[in-house]
């Protein structure tokens, strides 16, 4: 099976600077993969995703970087808002299945 | 695009009663739901598939019995928790995948979620 885990529960950093998101998958077969946001009372929602063809995706304000040698994926969101104050998840899919499986998540909190 | 509205939002109930939860896909078709459910401060964990026309499948350890799911429609899919208890008592949230051919990588559109309370 899949196990997906994060390195860091929780994460604080300065309204304006940049925060990294870390996550660890086990599965080398996981070929899809997808970072959310949810805050207090809400749903999760999608921030961005990234196949496994590739190895940096980039949005508005956020970058994801896929390294499928170690099996790690980050989230970079530039210039944090207090807007940013949320959980975020990374979630994982294997090939062909439809099913996430979803990491710990990170409390991120942004300071004023 | 891609919104999907849950209902209620919030419920509290007397432990024995069932409680159904609905799950729309707002402005597209869905072949393809999912439950989920979530402790406080901790991730989500998927409880069953809901595929349009047919049987959902659940996890391993999600007593079917227990948590009826029905997806009648393109765009609704039902979760039932029959006689709740109040180990019941939790988040419960959907997500929809866009469109009616399954394909891999599509990301899951979660609507709000239902809190569930049972006293």
């Known amino acids: 099976g899949e196990s997906v885990g994060l390195h860091l529960p929780t994460l604080s950093v300065q309204e304006g600077d940049n925060s990294i998101i870390n996550c660890a998958y086990s599965?080398?077969?996981?070929?899809?993969f997808i970072w959310y946001k949810q805050e207090s009372g809400k749903g999760p929602q999608f921030i961005i995703d990234?196949?496994?063809?590739?190895d940096k995706r980039q949005g508005q304000r956020v970058t994801v970087l896929l390294n499928k040698t170690v099996k790690h994926l980050s989230l970079q969101i530039a210039a944090t808002q207090p807007g940013d104050s949320a959980v975020y998840f990374c979630?994982?899919?294997?090939?062909?299945?439809?099913?996430?499986?979803f990491g710990q998540g990170t409390r991120l909190t942004i300071n004023p | 695009g891609a919104v999907v509205s849950q209902h209620p939002s919030w419920v509290i109930c007397k432990s024995g009663t069932s409680v159904k939860i609905e799950c729309r896909s707002l402005?597209?078709?869905?072949?393809?739901m999912f439950w989920y459910r979530q402790f406080p401060k901790q991730s989500l964990m998927l409880m069953a598939t809901?595929?349009?026309?047919?049987?959902?499948?659940?996890e391993q350890g999600v007593e079917k019995d227990k948590f009826l799911i029905n997806h009648a429609s393109l765009t609704l899919s039902t979760l039932t928790v029959t006689s709740a208890h109040p180990e019941d008592s939790s988040f419960y949230i959907c997500?929809?995948?866009?469109?009616?051919?399954?394909?891999?990588?599509?990301?899951?559109?979660f609507g709000d979620g239902t809190r569930l309370s049972i006293l």
């Open positions: 599965n080398s077969a996981s070929d899809y």
């Open positions: 990234i196949r496994s063809n590739m």
């Open positions: 997500s929809a995948i866009r469109g009616q051919q399954i394909l891999s990588g599509q990301p899951q559109h």
């Open positions: 809901s595929n349009e026309g047919s049987k959902a499948t659940y």
């Open positions: 979630a994982v899919a294997r090939q062909g299945a439809q099913k996430l499986v």
């Open positions: 402005d597209f078709q869905a072949t393809t």
